[in-house]
């Protein structure tokens, strides 16, 4: 992962920075782990492949399909530009990259999300990029 040194310390960011660093390592219990119970994932926002009614990936065990079946079908990188803190939250400026079973690399440049409870559980991962978007490379 790459990230930007210097960062104020924040418990979203350390929330968003444990998320990547699980999905990284291919940790699936790790990355579930983060997740509140009400948890939800739109990943990208809106109606995708991934999530045909656009109302997002809603409790663990949804969470956990989005996993199996999205995050679990490759290798990812994440190399972050940018994350603005502000109140529960995090948001993270830049490139999500994957590489397919195939050997196909898939970007996705965008603005990442992840909003916290007051426990430091992740309530929302919000994924703004755009299919349409995608480079490959």
Do not use: C, K
């Not at 929330?15 to 660093?21: D, N, W």
């Amino acid at each position: 992962m790459i990230f930007p040194e210097g960062l104020p310390e924040h418990p979203a960011r350390r929330a968003s920075l444990a998320s990547m660093q699980a999905v990284e390592a291919a940790d699936r219990d790790g990355w579930l782990a983060l997740f509140a119970p009400e948890g939800v994932v739109e990943d990208p926002i809106g109606p995708s492949p991934f999530d045909p009614d656009g109302t997002g990936h809603r409790g663990l065990e949804a969470i956990a399909a989005f996993y199996d079946n999205v995050i679990a079908s490759g290798s990812v990188r994440f190399t972050i530009r940018e994350s603005w803190e502000a109140g529960p939250e995090v948001a993270n400026v830049g490139r999500i990259s994957t590489t397919m079973a195939d050997g196909t690399v898939v970007h996705a440049d965008g603005v990442f999300t992840y909003r916290i409870n007051d426990a430091g559980q992740v309530l929302a991962l919000r994924a703004f990029w755009s299919i349409d978007r995608l480079t490959y490379g």
